[in-house]
């Protein structure tokens, strides 16, 4: 059994997970199935993935074989932008429920610090960015409170077992502690060698909140959006420094990245539709690296980010993200 982490809301959170962005609908019901069958416990979702119903599909496959049970299995989603008004919290968390076909889920998250103003899931779903699904931006009105407010309240009518953030930084974090009533298990970001962030992770240590790093290999999930910056750096993986501390330890360069992070304490959620690397990924917390590859590997920093939603809508969303 791979290694947990315990949150802070007394749950127990797998440390290796199986992220499900940009699973196509076509296969995910395979892939999570398939990844239950390689072992994986945590799958990391969201509205915005739009395979919501697919993935469980896999899910109550692998349950109606007698693989997994419900408890055994620790899912993760997330609301999106455009759901951040309080009244439209708890709906749309039962139609992802109803999506997944399950009662509850381990983990629900506010995926980004961004409210939108609402789109009818029946006019479009998922809504993305665009309030007209082409170019407009609408923001909404909602506070961060008014929505952690909200995810609390899926606490107490066991819709979600833990609630939690993604892509805060630390200004937000501290804001919403003052108010929390339910502090938040776990903050999910982006973090690779590129993006080492130890003052977050520091913070979210000392507060007792868990962090799952996202995108684990750097820019490797980000080519495909014709990010300068991304096409300027080298795959991690393909790195003559990665791969030799890969060599010494007889592991490909990719368990040395997922390790790195694991051996800062870290959860991972790491994807692949290939079982040969699924299996990999997996396996990646059975050795260890030295005090001083994790110190070669966190000299990477360079503090790039490539998640950022102005990277992806660079004019109309400058006002947001400054
Ligand atoms: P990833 O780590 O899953 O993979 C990036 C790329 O590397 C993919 O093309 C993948 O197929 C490939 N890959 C995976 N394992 C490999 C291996 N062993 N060797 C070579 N290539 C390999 O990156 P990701 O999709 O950016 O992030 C993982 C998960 O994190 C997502 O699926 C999603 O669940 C979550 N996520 C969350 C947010 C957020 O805003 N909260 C943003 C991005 C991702």
Not at 106 to 133: C, K, Q, S
Not at 147 to 161: F, I, P, Y
Request: with cysteine.
């Amino acid at each position: 059994m791979a290694p947990v982490i315990k949150l802070n809301s007394g749950y127990d959170m797998p440390q290796v997970g199986f992220g499900l962005w940009k699973v196509d609908n076509a296969v995910a019901s395979d892939v999570v199935y398939n990844a239950i069958k390689a072992g994986y416990r945590l799958f990391d979702g969201a509205c915005d993935y739009g395979n919501e119903v697919e993935c469980g599909q896999g899910v109550a496959r692998a349950i109606s074989e007698g693989i997994v049970k419900r408890e055994d299995l620790f899912i993760v989603s997330k609301l999106w932008n455009t759901f951040h008004d309080a009244e439209r919290v708890e709906p749309i968390v039962k139609k992802q429920l109803a999506d997944w076909g399950i009662e509850y889920f381990d983990l629900y998250l506010i995926h980004f610090p961004v409210a939108l103003e609402w789109v009818d899931p029946a006019v479009r779903y998922p809504p993305g960015w665009h309030y007209d699904g082409k170019e407009e931006i609408r923001p909404s009105k909602a506070t961060i409170q008014e929505t952690w407010t909200a995810l609390e309240s899926l606490v107490s009518k066991g819709l979600s077992k833990s609630i939690g953030i993604s892509n805060f930084q630390a200004q937000l974090i501290y804001d919403l502690l003052r108010y929390a009533k339910i502090r938040p298990a776990t903050l999910q970001v982006e973090h690779h060698p590129y993006l080492v962030q130890q003052e977050l992770i520091n913070l979210a240590k000392r507060e007792g909140i868990a962090v799952t790093a996202y995108s684990s290999f750097g820019p490797a999930s980000f080519k495909e959006f014709n990010m300068k910056h991304a096409d300027a750096l080298a795959p991690l993986i393909e790195d003559e420094t990665i791969k030799k501390i890969a060599a010494k330890h007889n592991r490909p360069a990719s368990q040395v990245l997922l390790r790195w992070a694991t051996q800062r304490g870290l959860a991972i959620i790491p994807k692949s539709t290939r079982p040969q690397i699924m299996a990999e990924n997996f396996q990646s917390i059975d050795f260890d690296l030295s005090e001083e590859d994790i110190a070669t590997i966190s000299a990477f920093d360079r503090g790039i980010r490539f998640n950022q939603p102005s990277n992806y809508f660079p004019t109309e969303l400058l006002w947001i993200f400054g």
